[in-house]
């Protein structure tokens, strides 16, 4: 089969890409990423839609987008969207299957729109029922978040990012790398086998950069990124607060870098609130009202350093001064030897999923 993409997000359609050209199918993307130099590409120039008017996106693009792609884009057997998912609605009009595929909160860029939102959410309801829209997450919180909204079930398949190539393989001078762009660790506790102060990634750094490190530590912003599978499937041991501690420096320093991605209202200083409310709004907690912990516990539980159905042998401290000790005294070379056979199970279990969705596309 041949898919067509546009996507704002380069990582997400290159691991679709790699799995499905391996299966035998076709998949053409234009990108709007500004992270295209990941890949060696650069912005994608396209007609009706940018990276900086989607935000905009309404029937009026959708309508102007097939007008203008009709013809061109009539040889696909279907699309595929991954962020946003909501570019769903630019292939209505082509009656052909969508492959949606939600790898954060899918309502983007409806977070603070109940008009558009409520209008995406019924387009997607309706497309799932009809069988042209195949919704698909790569993490339990989605799972749970897609489900809630349009009380539809929604395939889990994480993702794998074979992509990166890049094997664990430490080098001696190159220790426990912090990776995590948005809390000063460094402020809360100071210690150089930690964090060496002079290793620091450069701009440009590749994926292999990261693979020589014995270790990386994670102070999360999301409950799942692609940079965590991109690390798990090159067996890099990973070490992640506990669920416990990470609550409590939730807690603590609120978003300031820690799981400040939850919601997009959180994400964007929106105030706490549940715009657009889901019928199942009373049976689960509402995510959308941040920062409150006995909210947010349900679902910081189902995040993917969490999961050990599809990520077991991730590491968990309950202290900075225990993590410490965790990496002086922990066997890292089992610990990648136990990532490495648990990629063989998940890369066997999710080319089986996608076989099983893309042979009832036929």
């Not at 490190?213 to 041991?237: D, V």
């Not at 506990?242 to 929106?270: A, M, Y």
Request: proline residues 5%.
């Amino acid at each position: 089969m041949k898919f067509f993409n546009i996507d704002l997000h380069v990582s997400v359609i290159a691991d679709i890409r790699t799995i499905f050209e391996s299966m035998g199918h076709q998949v053409d993307d234009w990108t709007l990423s500004g992270h295209a130099h990941i890949f060696g590409r650069s912005r994608d120039k396209i007609d009706v839609i940018n990276h900086v008017n989607w935000k905009n996106l309404d029937q009026k693009m959708c309508d102007d987008f097939y007008d203008r792609y009709k013809d061109e884009l009539s040889e696909y057997d279907g699309f595929i969207c991954t962020y946003a998912p909501s570019f769903c609605l630019l292939y209505e009009k082509f009656q052909k299957p969508i492959i949606t595929i939600a790898p954060i909160r899918y309502e983007a860029p409806f977070w603070n729109d109940k008009k558009k939102w409520k209008w995406y959410n019924d387009y997607l309801k309706n497309g799932i029922e009809n069988k042209l829209i195949i919704p698909v997450v790569n993490n339990k919180v989605d799972k749970r978040y897609c489900e809630m909204y349009t009380e539809k079930e929604w395939h889990h398949i994480p993702s794998l990012c074979e992509y990166t190539n890049a094997p664990y393989s430490p080098k001696p001078e190159k220790e426990v790398f912090l990776y995590s762009s948005f809390f000063n660790f460094q402020n809360l506790y100071q210690d150089d086998k930690i964090v060496p102060k002079n290793q620091v990634l450069k701009a440009n750094y590749k994926w292999q950069d990261l693979s020589e490190y014995s270790g990386i530590i994670h102070i999360p912003y999301c409950p799942s990124t692609m940079s965590i599978f991109e690390q798990y499937t090159s067996s890099i041991p990973l070490f992640f607060p506990s669920f416990d501690f990470i609550l409590s420096l939730r807690e603590k320093f609120g978003s300031h870098g820690i799981l400040n991605q939850l919601s997009w209202r959180e994400t964007h200083n929106l105030p706490p609130s549940n715009i657009f409310n889901p019928v199942k709004a009373s049976l689960i907690k509402n995510l959308n009202d941040y920062g409150n912990i006995d909210n947010e516990k349900e679902w910081i539980g189902l995040s993917d350093f969490y999961d050990e159905e599809w990520m077991p042998h991730i590491q968990h401290f309950n202290s900075f001064p225990e993590l410490s000790s965790m990496l002086r005294n922990v066997n890292l070379t089992e610990i990648s030897d136990a990532m490495k056979r648990q990629n063989i199970i998940r890369k066997e279990l999710v080319y089986k999923k996608w076989d099983t969705i893309l042979k009832n596309l036929v």
